[in-house]
């Protein structure tokens, strides 16, 4: 079992940044992909980024709405994962979870998810 705890979810302003973590316990998450989700008020949950385990050189993807403001990294030695986000905007208001995922995959779906964490809130305002 894997327990993921996410952290560094805050009120922002628009503009600004933060940078989420993601601790692990439990057992070593060195060969998962993990992945960041976010769920805003009223709506599904949905893909944020994610980054591949060991096993294969280090590959990042993002969606569309991340792609050149957020990057996501790993500290296996840690067991962590971050989330760092750059030039917040109000719609990026969202809980973001942090999920692990045993393989790699063109697209990250919440149906392919091993482990969940409970989710830190993130809120920008305008």
């Known amino acids: 079992q894997v327990q993921l705890v996410e952290s560094g979810g805050g009120l922002v302003q628009a503009g600004g940044s933060l940078r989420l973590s993601c601790a692990a316990s439990?057992?070593?998450?060195?060969?998962?992909?993990m992945v960041w989700f976010r769920q805003a008020p009223e709506k599904e949950r949905e893909f944020v980024a994610a980054?591949?385990?060991?096993?294969?050189?280090?590959?990042?993807t993002y969606a569309n709405s991340a792609k050149g403001r957020f990057a996501i990294s790993r500290d296996n030695a840690k067991n962590t994962v971050y989330l760092q986000m750059n030039s917040l905007k109000p719609e990026d208001t969202a809980v973001y979870y942090c999920?692990?995922?045993?393989?790699?995959?063109?697209?990250?779906?919440?149906?392919?998810?091993?482990?969940w964490g409970k989710g830190t809130l993130v809120t920008v305002s305008s």
């Open positions: 999920a692990a995922d045993l393989y790699y995959r063109s697209t990250f779906s919440p149906s392919h998810i091993d482990y």
């Open positions: 980054i591949s385990g060991s096993g294969r050189s280090t590959t990042t």
């Open positions: 439990g057992r070593t998450i060195s060969d998962y992909s």
